[in-house]
């Protein structure tokens, strides 16, 4: 089976930085496509950024130049590193991952993480 697991989420004053991870295991295979996801109170998970295999990053409009999405696929991991955050990046991080698994069969399917919280305080 595989497993996401985010860390490095917490609470941080307006300004601050965090650095979240995404630690991927299990019969993994490869893993294509990456991404941070986040959802507030009361609305709808949000995508944050992605990044390919390759390393190419993609963000949404909201944190382009705050952020940074980075791999490590040796590692079957991902980061993302959150700088001079703002109230309203509070809420739970998401990473998903498109994984390839050879056993019992293979195939390709989407996994998410259980969600880390990030709080900034104004």
């Known amino acids: 089976q595989v497993q996401l697991v985010e860390s490095g989420g917490g609470l941080v004053q307006a300004g601050g930085s965090l650095r979240l991870s995404c630690a991927a295991s299990?019969?993994?295979?490869?893993?294509?496509?990456m991404g941070w996801y986040r959802q507030a109170p009361g609305k709808q998970r949000e995508l944050v950024a992605t990044?390919?295999?390759?390393?190419?990053?993609n963000y949404a409009d909201s944190v382009k130049g705050r952020f940074t999405i980075s791999r490590d696929n040796a590692k079957n991991s991902m980061y993302l590193q959150m700088n001079s955050l703002k109230p309203e990046d509070t809420g739970v991080y998401y990473c998903?991952?498109?994984?390839?698994?050879?056993?019992?069969?293979?195939?390709?399917?989407?996994?998410w993480g259980q969600g880390t919280q990030v709080t900034v305080s104004s």
């Open positions: 299990g019969s993994i295979f490869s893993i294509g496509f």
């Open positions: 998903k991952g498109r994984v390839v698994i050879t056993t019992p069969v293979s195939s390709e399917s989407d996994y």
């Open positions: 990044i390919t295999s390759g390393g190419r990053g």
